[in-house]
């Protein structure tokens, strides 16, 4: 039991960082960054016996935290009407919370393909080593993810700007 725990401990140490910094780029704001992390690593820990021996835990992991991070978002905007001016709205926030919606809107595995490569830095072999899937197939799931936030957030929506949410 002391051996799984220091073991759960010390990647606890590397991991609760990249959790709550890409919690932070999907939410905004730290306390809900902080707080995304901490239940993404309480869940890693609860499944501890069946995930630390995973080649992938960090894509594991910042999985898990992207989804929750998301959620975050997803009952914000249910409880946030809209602004009826949005020009006082800082524009990273706006485009934050409209990339969560759309983000929300793709097909579970185009949602995590995009979280893991572009929020999270992950390469394609990574992302495809983490989901159990080709890297081709990550490809075609990028693709077909960003016909569909172009389809949401307008035909000017790039690649370039996930970096800014």
């Known amino acids: 039991m002391t051996l799984v725990r220091g073991d759960f401990e010390a990647a606890f140490d590397r991991l609760y960082p990249r959790a709550e910094a890409l919690a932070r780029r999907i939410v905004g704001e730290w306390a809900d960054a902080e707080d995304v ?4 690593l309480a869940r890693t820990y609860a499944r501890w016996s069946k995930v630390r021996e995973l080649p992938h835990l960090d894509a594991w992991v910042l999985r898990v935290t992207g989804n929750l991070a998301i959620d975050v978002m997803r009952r914000r905007t249910r409880r946030q009407p809209a602004p009826a001016d949005t020009a006082d709205a800082p524009d990273t926030t706006l485009l ?13 595995r185009q949602r995590e393909v995009i979280v893991l490569r572009y929020l999270t830095d992950l390469s394609e072999d990574d992302v495809a080593l983490a989901l ?16 569909q936030l172009r389809g949401r957030m307008g035909p000017d929506f790039e690649e370039a700007d996930l970096a800014l949410a």
């Open 132 to 147: 159990g899937i080709s890297p081709a197939t990550v490809r075609t799931h990028v693709h077909r993810a960003f016909v």
């Open 37 to 40: 992390a901490a239940e993404a």
């Open 96 to 108: 934050r919370l409209a990339l969560a919606v759309a983000l929300q809107s793709l097909p579970r």
